[in-house]
C-alpha cells in the first residue's frame, strides 16, 4: 500500500484535540505554556500535555509540540530541559524555530524527531541543506512559495516538505512580523503576536492637509484556501498537509479536518477529490476573511486582500460535523 500524506490539524485546546481526532486528522499541533509563538491561546500545561499525549496516541494520532520562538541565550536551559520533559511523556516532534536549539533537541534526544518551522524562513534547497546535515526530519517551507519552489527544496534537500492549505496568512515573511513590535511592542516571535495587519488603516495625503485619500483593512490578507486545487497538491507529492488555526474554536478545526480528510482520501480511493463544494461551504460560514488560492497555487493573482473585513465567523448552532469513520487506518507520511 502507497504511504498517505499527513493531514496535520491544529489544536489549542482539549476540545478542539477531541474535535481533529474524531474526524480523522493524522497528527496534530500544539503549544504548551513555554516558548510558544501563540501565548494567547489557551495552550496546554504540563498535566495536560500528557492527557493529550495519551489521548492521541490512542486513537493512532501523532503530538507535535511547538516550540516556535527565538530562544535567548539565557534560556536554553530552561529550553532544553522542557525537550527532555516533551520526549519524555512521548511527543512524537517538536515544531522549532530557532535552529541552535533545533541542533540541540537533536544531540540530546536522538529520538525525537524536529521539524524546522516555517519561522525559519526556508525558501531555497540552500536554506534547507544544513538542516538535513543537522539531522532535522522535516521543513515546513515559508508560505511565500510557488509549487515547484516547494517541489525544488524536497527534490535536492531530501528534506519531507510540510506546507500549510488551509487557515491565516501572514503579511510579512513566514510569519517575522516586526510591524507587531514597532506599533505595539509585541513580537510574534516571542509568542505576543498583536495582528496589526487586521487593524483599520488609512493613508493620508501630506500634500493635501491630510486628506484621506483611501481606507480600510488595508493590509488584511485573505484567509488560505487550496480545497479546491488540492488535486494539484496530492498529484505532487507532498508530505504533510497543515491547517492553521491553534487559536481558532473547535468547530473550526473539526469542518476543517474533515472537510480536507475527505479530499485526501477520495484521491487516494477513486483518483479524484470530488466534490467541494459543500465543504468550502461549511468553511466560509465557520470562519473567513475571503479565500484565497495564496502563493503556492498563484492566488495572490486573483486577489491577496481582503479591504472591507477583517474577519467573518458565524455562530452555528450545530458547526461541529459529526466524526467520521477512522477506522480504516490514519495516513503515514511518505
Known amino acids: 500500500m502507497a504511504c498517505k500524506p499527513e493531514l496535520l490539524s491544529p489544536v489549542g485546546n482539549m476540545e478542539a484535540l477531541r474535535a481533529a481526532v474524531q474526524n480523522c486528522a493524522d497528527a496534530v499541533y500544539m503549544g504548551g505554556q513555554r516558548f510558544n509563538a501563540r501565548s494567547y491561546a489557551s495552550n496546554f500545561d504540563d498535566r495536560e500535555l500528557e492527557q493529550a499525549v495519551k489521548y492521541a496516541h490512542l486513537h493512532g494520532v501523532r503530538i507535535y509540540v511547538t516550540l516556535n520562538t527565538l530562544i535567548s541565550d539565557d534560556e536554553l536551559r530552561d529550553a532544553v530541559q522542557y525537550l527532555e520533559y516533551l520526549f519524555g511523556i ?84 513566514s510569519g517575522q512580523c516586526l510591524m507587531s ?59 504533510s498537509f497543515k491547517i492553521e488555526g491553534r487559536m ?17 482520501d477520495n484521491y487516494l480511493e477513486k483518483g479524484s477529490i470530488g466534490y467541494t463544494s459543500e465543504g468550502k461551504d461549511l468553511l466560509f460560514r465557520v470562519f473567513n476573511r475571503g479565500f484565497t488560492a495564496g502563493f503556492i497555487l498563484g492566488g495572490e493573482r486573483e486577489g491577496f486582500l481582503s479591504h472591507d473585513r477583517a474577519e467573518c465567523a458565524l455562530q452555528l448552532k450545530r458547526a461541529v460535523p459529526p466524526r467520521l469513520n477512522c477506522l480504516q487506518g490514519r495516513g503515514r507520511t511518505g
Open 181 to 239: 513590535s514597532l506599533i505595539g511592542g509585541r513580537s510574534g516571535n516571542r509568542g505576543r503576536y498583536a495582528q496589526p495587519c487586521r487593524k483599520w488603516y488609512r493613508v493620508v495625503d501630506r500634500n493635501r492637509g491630510g486628506r484621506a485619500v483611501k481606507e480600510g483593512y488595508l493590509l488584511n490578507p485573505r484567509d488560505l484556501f487550496t480545497l479546491d486545487q488540492m488535486d494539484t497538491l496530492l498529484r505532487a507529492g507532498i508530505d
Open 90 to 173: 512521548g511527543t512524537d516532534a517538536v515544531i522549532v524555530q530557532g535552529l541552535g536549539l533545533a541542533v540541540l533537541a537533536k544531540s540530546y534526544f536522538p529520538g525525537m524527531q524536529v521539524h524546522a518551522s516555517t519561522q525559519m524562513t526556508i525558501y531555497s534547497p540552500e536554506g534547507a541543506l544544513p538542516l538535513k546535515d543537522a539531522g532535522i526530519d522535516r521543513v515546513v517551507v515559508a508560505r511565500e512559495l510557488r509549487l515547484k519552489e516547494v517541489l525544488s527544496i524536497k527534490r535536492l534537500s531530501g528534506l519531507p516538505a510540510e506546507v500549510f492549505v488551509q487557515g491565516v496568512l501572514c503579511m510579512s515573511y
Open 248 to 264: 481558532k474554536r473547535p468547530e473550526y478545526v473539526a469542518a476543517a479536518t474533515r472537510v480536507y480528510r475527505r479530499a485526501i
